[in-house]
Structures are given as structure tokens and as C-alpha cells.
């Protein structure tokens, strides 16, 4: 065995690890796409009619994609991010995680481009 496969986990990996688990797990059993988009809306703030615009308007919102005005709704940015994870969990087959963090990356810079710094 060499010195890395006997090196310990911090605290902050086995979080980040115990996160990614669950979520994934939480995404196989949601039962498709519309609940699992309901939930994770919900998990973020949105409620209701918002939390299943995630579902029914998830192309429309990526091909409308961001504006300005979008990039500083609190809800609307975020609800931008959750569907461009999904398109990423599907198109690249990464964790939630990883496509989530992506996504606030895209968001970020679109929104720069546009002269709204979030």
C-alpha cells in the first residue's frame, strides 16, 4: 500500500464526500426529472408555481439564457444555475456537485459579460 491509500480524510473531504452521496442518492429516487427539479427548487428557496417552472420552462430558461436583470434576481439566478446543473448532470454524466459548481461558474462569468457582477 503506498502512503496515499493510508492517508486520513479531513473532516471538510468527508463532508464534501457525505454531501455528494446523498444528493445523487436523493436524485436516483426522485422519481424523473420533474420531481427531482421540484425538489431541488424547493431546497433552494423557490416555492410552489416557481419550484415547478424548474420542470415545465427548463429549456426555455437555458435558451433564454441570462440577463441582467436575471443575474441580480436572487431567484432567477438561482433558478438559472439549478437548470444548467441538470443539463450538465445529464449531457456530461457529472455529480451534482461538480455540475453545480460548474453552473455558478458559467452564471458568474455570463453575467460579468453582461456587466452585472454577482
Request: net charge negative; aromatic share 8%; glycine share 8%.
Amino acid at each position: 500500500m503506498g502512503e496515499e491509500e493510508n492517508k486520513e480524510l479531513t473532516e471538510e473531504e468527508k463532508c464534501r464526500i457525505a454531501w455528494e452521496v446523498a444528493l445523487d442518492e436523493a436524485l436516483r429516487v426522485c422519481g424523473g426529472r420533474e420531481e427531482a427539479f421540484k425538489s431541488l427548487g424547493e431546497l433552494l428557496g423557490l416555492e410552489g408555481e416557481e419550484a415547478n417552472d424548474l420542470s415545465h420552462r427548463a429549456e426555455e430558461i437555458l435558451e433564454r439564457g441570462l440577463t441582467k436583470e436575471t443575474c441580480y434576481d436572487f431567484r432567477g439566478i438561482r433558478r438559472w444555475v439549478m437548470v444548467r446543473a441538470w443539463d450538465l448532470m445529464e449531457t456530461a454524466r457529472i455529480p451534482f456537485r461538480e455540475a453545480i459548481k460548474r453552473a455558478w461558474v458559467e452564471a458568474k462569468q455570463k453575467c460579468a459579460e453582461l456587466g452585472a457582477y454577482v
